[in-house]
Structure formats: structure tokens, C-alpha cells
């Protein structure tokens, strides 16, 4: 299959899946009151944001399967498959080790740790900027929803937030 197809493939999917979720899935599953004093924290205002961004890359990927050349060679597909196979292992791996140390280190130290692995796993082209990203954005999501948005996230057993 060329990359062409594969790009248009995947940009249909992505539109008929955010069309779907807009239209179908959070209007009759996703139940919202309506006194909600702040849109941010309202509980359909990430899940239409998700489906937003869905529908761009959806669309995007059709705009690139439009303008994309069918001559694109696939150079190393068959060359990598070992390494493909290690990493999928290496993943799964780390979803185990993640699932017993949620309790014991709770939650933002926990994706702090897995998501430094796995860009240094999938060897990353900016370690600095991934190990700044790992430890960022789950403290600072943790600051959001903890502080601002009053919902409790969990905490481990060893290591508390304040």
C-alpha cells in the first residue's frame, strides 16, 4: 500500500471519527451540567477540544495524501522489524511496570518516569527537550487540575504533591 493511500486512509478515519464523537458520542454520552461557572472545567469541553484537533489532523492528512508523491520509497520497513518487535515488547513492559507503580508513586511521578523511557526508547532526536517535556507537563497538569480545577489526582504511597 503506498504512503499516498495509507495517508488518505487514516485522514478519512480521523474525520469520520471526529464528525462522530461531535455529533453522536458527547452530545448523548458525555453528560455536562449546566451551571458550570467555567467552561475549562466543563466535562465536555476537553472531549470536544480532543475532537477538534481529530478533525484537523484528519483533514491534514487528506490535504497531505492529495499533494503527496507516489514515488516515496519505503527504505528500511523490512530491515527494522526486529527492532520493531523489541520495542513493542519494551512497551509493553513499561505498561506493566506502570500499572504497579501508579499505587506506589502516584500518578505524576509515574508518567514523569514512562514518558522519559519511552522517548529515549524510540530513540528521540531531542533528549533535552523530551527529559524538560516528561517533567513538565505532568507537574504542570497536576498544578491545573489539583489547584485550579479542585480534582484530586492521585498520589502514591511514598511521594506526595503538595
Known amino acids: 500500500m503506498s504512503p499516498k493511500t495509507v495517508q488518505f486512509r487514516l485522514g478519512l478515519g480521523a474525520c469520520v471519527a ?3 464523537l461531535g455529533f453522536v458520542a458527547i452530545p448523548i454520552w458525555v453528560s455536562s451540567p449546566s451551571n458550570v461557572s467555567n467552561i ?3 466535562p465536555t469541553f476537553w ?3 480532543l475532537t477538534v484537533l481529530t478533525g484537523l489532523m484528519g483533514i491534514g492528512l487528506l490535504l497531505a495524501a492529495r499533494q503527496a508523491d507516489t ?3 519505503v527504505e528500511h520497513m523490512h530491515s527494522t522489524d526486529g527492532a ?3 520495542r ?3 512497551l509493553g513492559v513499561i505498561m506493566i511496570i506502570t500499572m504497579f507503580a501508579l499505587p506506589r508513586l502516584g500518578m505524576v511521578w509515574t508518567t514523569m518516569v514512562v514518558f522519559g523511557i519511552t522517548a529515549f526508547l524510540f530513540r528521540t532526536r531531542h533528549p533535552k527537550t523530551a527529559l524538560v517535556c516528561a517533567v ?3 507537574f504542570l497538569l497536576y498544578l491545573f487540575f489539583a489547584h485550579v480545577a479542585g480534582v484530586a489526582i492521585p498520589q502514591g504511597n511514598f511521594v506526595r504533591l503538595p
Open 88 to 90: 513493542l515488547l519494551s
Open 18 to 20: 471526529a464528525l462522530f
Open 71 to 73: 514515488t516515496v520509497a
Open 136 to 138: 513538565m507537563i505532568p
Open 84 to 86: 520493531a518487535w523489541y
Open 40 to 42: 475549562v472545567l466543563s
Open 47 to 49: 472531549p470536544y477540544v
